[in-house]
C-alpha cells in the first residue's frame, strides 16, 4: 500500500499564494507520476498538474501561468506552488501518484480563497 499525505492548505485572500506538499510512504518502487487533483462542492474532480519522472509538466489551463507543480524524487515529495489565487480556486486539493498503473490518493487539503 502507497500512502499520500497532503499539507499546505488553508484559507487565503484573493491575489495570495499557497504552497501545498504531498509525501509519499509505504511499498514504494518508483513512482511514475505525481500530481494534483482538485474537486470543489458539486463539481467533478479535476486534474490540475501532473509531474511525470522525467520532469515534466502539464497544467490545466485555468490553472497554467499561476501554478508551479514540482517534485523530489529522493524524497517522495511533490509540491504545488498556488499563486495570484482566485476564488474560483476554492476546493479540495488531492495528491495523485501513479505506480505501476496503480492511482494512488491522498484524503486531500481545503484551499478556501475568500475576501
Known amino acids: 500500500q502507497v500512502q499520500l499525505v497532503e499539507s499546505g492548505g488553508g484559507l487565503v485572500q484573493p491575489g495570495g499564494s499557497l504552497r501545498l506538499s504531498c509525501a509519499a510512504s509505504g511499498s514504494i518502487s518508483s513512482l511514475n507520476a505525481m500530481g494534483w487533483y482538485r474537486q470543489a462542492p458539486g463539481q467533478q474532480r479535476e486534474l490540475v498538474a501532473q509531474?511525470?519522472?522525467?520532469?515534466?509538466?502539464h497544467y490545466a489551463g485555468a490553472v497554467k501561468g499561476r501554478f508551479t507543480i514540482s517534485r523530489d524524487n529522493a524524497k517522495n515529495t511533490v509540491y504545488l506552488q498556488l499563486n495570484s489565487l482566485k476564488s474560483e480556486d476554492t476546493a479540495v486539493y488531492y495528491c495523485?501518484?501513479?505506480?505501476?498503473?496503480?492511482?494512488?490518493w491522498g484524503l486531500g487539503t481545503q484551499v478556501t480563497v475568500s475576501s
Open positions: 495523485n501518484a501513479i505506480m505501476s498503473y496503480i492511482h494512488y
Open positions: 509531474i511525470t519522472s522525467d520532469g515534466s509538466a
